[in-house]
């Protein structure tokens, strides 16, 4: 099956839209202002990230590897429908603009940072796979969106220098092998962890398989 007719409701016209490759690298940048985030949807290099020069008003935020074989946004923050996302080009790669802090970070907790972020996301994880699913002691589910980042959640530390995950009283993590594939609608706004190490789980949702 391809991504396209997965996902319900994405357009396949929509390219800027779409992430595609578990495991392949996307840098983000963020405007200050208005705290809105731009990904490239493609993927890039670690060495692309590093020569990044952000416009006036932006910063790099980071670079990871997806997790989700395939990922679509439905519109851009503040979008009153569904279609195209906001693009820009910067030297040589191009941004979509895809989500936009929604909030301070949730205080008392070390080693991760907690935040809701206002996006309209889509994943698919394909059959076969084993995920680690995340409770952040609130009974729900949390997908895994981002491994091995760096960037401002690290500290500026490089792929693999990871710091071992150190949850929180009350979360805890399962693995979860897929024998089919699973989709995932993150809720708006979308409460997003993310470790010190470099990983990111973001829901809450229900996973029913």
């Not at 809105?36 to 935020?61: H, I, N, R, Y």
């Not at 009153?80 to 907790?109: F, K, N, Y």
């Not at 470099?198 to 996973?207: A, H, K, N, T, Y």
């Amino acid at each position: 099956m391809s991504a396209t007719r997965s996902i319900l409701g994405a357009d396949p016209a929509w390219r800027d839209n779409w992430t595609h490759g578990a495991g392949t690298l996307h840098l983000e940048i963020m405007h200050l202002t208005s705290r809105s985030v731009w990904l490239s949807q493609e993927a890039v290099t670690d060495a692309t990230f590093a020569a990044l020069v952000p416009p006036e008003g932006f910063v790099k935020t980071g670079i990871g590897a997806s997790v989700a074989d395939v990922a679509y946004f439905r519109r851009s923050p503040g979008a009153g429908c569904d279609g195209p996302v906001e693009t820009l080009e910067l030297g040589g790669v191009r941004l979509s603009r895809v989500a936009r802090a929604a909030g301070a970070p949730e205080p008392g907790l070390q080693g991760v940072r907690v935040f809701p972020v206002d996006k309209h996301h889509l994943l698919l994880y394909r059959a076969g796979r084993t995920l680690e699913i995340m409770d952040l002691g609130d009974g729900f589910d949390y997908a895994p969106l981002v491994t091995g980042a760096r960037g401002a959640i690290t500290g500026g530390r490089p792929l693999g220098s990871a710091r071992p995950r150190v949850l929180p009283e009350r979360w805890s993590v399962r693995t979860l092998t897929l024998e089919r594939d699973l989709f995932v609608e993150l809720p708006n706004p979308t409460r997003v962890a993310f470790f010190a190490g470099g990983d990111s789980f973001q829901g809450p949702i229900r996973l029913e398989l």
